[in-house]
């Protein structure tokens, strides 16, 4: 009886590692469009990106869901939910809709501004490791992100 409780938790650990073996590779298939929360770290054009605001309670991120294709996110001071299409390393966002909250600090309101007008000129994108580039249609990186979570 031993032997045979032994073998059946042997097998359900293979069965749970093969599991989760695949389920990584699918993920990986798939990111950034896997509900990943990434962290928007660069703008195109701006000499300095401010990565927080009011300290690390609040920074710029972008997420997008599979089931839904729905894209959401914020910017340091508003947050934007929209809807993106996606084919190969093709994708374009679409029917954006943003807070209209002011901030305390200008630089931060045109931020907002130049991020929420990026993600409509969105056409292509590429993943190095854990970083996303969205780029444009002169494939020109316009929101550089890194995976957060």
């Known amino acids: 009886m031993l032997k045979n409780i032994f073998s059946w938790v042997l097998g359900v650990q ?3 590692g093969s599991g989760v073996a ?3 590779t699918v993920t990986q298939a798939i990111a950034p469009f896997d509900e990943s929360v990434w962290r928007i770290e660069t703008l195109y ?3 300095k990106t401010i990565q927080t605001y009011q300290g690390e309670r609040n ?13 959401t996110g914020r910017g340091l001071c508003n947050k934007f939910m929209g809807k993106f ?6 994708v374009t966002i679409h029917d ?4 209209h909250e002011k901030c ?14 990026y993600l409509k000129e969105v056409h292509s994108y590429s993943i190095h490791g854990k970083i996303l580039r969205l780029k444009d249609a002169q ?5 550089i992100a890194r995976w957060a979570k």
């Open 14 to 16: 293979i069965m749970l």
């Open 22 to 24: 695949y389920a990584q």
């Open 45 to 47: 054009n701006q000499s």
């Open 59 to 71: 920074y710029a991120s972008i997420s997008f869901n599979p089931y839904t294709h729905r894209v």
């Open 85 to 90: 299409d996606q084919h190969d390393d093709k």
């Open 96 to 99: 954006v809709v943003t807070t």
């Open 104 to 117: 305390l600090s200008d630089d931060v309101n045109t931020q907002d501004d130049r991020l929420f007008n």
């Open 139 to 143: 494939n020109h990186s316009l929101i």
